[in-house]
């Protein structure tokens, strides 16, 4: 779960590691991101602005496994 109007936060962790954002891979993909945040923006459903960044993609690091379903694994995943 994450808070798209906190910058550089979810939950107790605080650090621009923790930043909420979109990697796009092309320019429609960010057309459609960002016209999904205005829309919510304007909806009123959240407390404050999206802060979430929208940056182009680029090489994906997949995390070690003990990473991998970290809150599955500690009992405390979503169902």
Do not use: C
Request: glycine content about 6%.
């Amino acid at each position: 779960m994450h808070n798209p109007t906190t910058r550089n936060r979810q939950g107790p962790d605080i650090g621009s590691q923790y930043r909420s954002a979109i990697f796009v891979h092309d320019e429609a993909q960010e057309a459609v991101a960002r016209r999904i945040i205005a829309e919510l923006d304007k909806s009123g459903r959240l407390p404050a602005p999206i802060v979430t960044e929208v940056q182009p993609a680029q090489t994906f690091w997949r995390a070690e496994d003990y990473h991998q379903r970290y809150l599955e694994k500690r009992g405390r995943g979503s169902a």
